[in-house]
């Protein structure tokens, strides 16, 4: 019970910093009432992502890397209850200012589901707070541009800077980090419950790469370079064949890093620096 007091106290905080902010922010005047607690919303998210990695290093450093088979510390569950607090606040402002749509609500609610999994396991603290780094590294850069757009900034240097630095960052945690995570985690001690709901959040980044991706194709549609043909050609043929996408999805990122390690017994596959185990 005492691993859900840093859910009510990231909770009650995030919703104290809203109404602070909801007093020394003001959304431009152009925007509509719904847009404007959006807007407020998107600097809180952005506090909570800065707060979130700085924990979640903090006790990665102080506990000498990453560690599969340790079992879950008080820091660890206390890093990812900040986290299900943040989620369990923002869930009920969206639901009270209506800034919801259906695919958003879905997405909250099995992070919800997905982080008290996490909370109660007795495995998976270590890895969990890789993926909480994973995951919000980029939200920062991604809640920016929102900022930046709804100031009708889009054409400014930051603008282009903040957008460029978000999909590098997105893409290369996903499907690089993230893959290498997902398949040490299979490798490890740490429940089936824990790793099938590790292998989830992973399979929807994976696609939202191809989101990502695809954007950036439409954006550079016009350059004739062979880089941008090639990945014009990709995400053409993932949009013609999405049934066999979502296909590679699950075999990428559950059955494939289940039969490697359950079948092959393949063991950990860890970038090290010393004794220092970085993933």
Known sequence: MDR???VAAGAVFYSCLSAVLSFLIKPPEYLP???KRDFIGQHVSIVHSLNAILFSFAIYFYDGGLHYNDVTTITQAIALGHTVGYMVYDMLYSEIFSLFDWPMRIHHLAVLIGGNILMAATYGGSPSLICIIITEMSNPFNLSRSILKARHMEETKIYKVVELAFALIFLVNRCLFGSLVIYNAWASNIGFLVKT????VHG???FWSYVILSMISKKFRNNKGLAVKI?????MVIKRNRPAFVLFIMMFSFIMPYFMTSILKTGFVNIRYGNFIII
């Not at 709901?197 to 989830?200: A, C, L, Q, R, V």
Request: aromatic share 6%; glycine share 6%; no cysteine.
């Open 204 to 206: 929807v980044g994976i």
């Open 33 to 35: 009432q719904k847009e």
């Open 197 to 200: 709901t590790m292998s989830i």
């Open 4 to 6: 859900y007091i840093p």
């Open 231 to 235: 990945l014009s050609t990709i995400t």
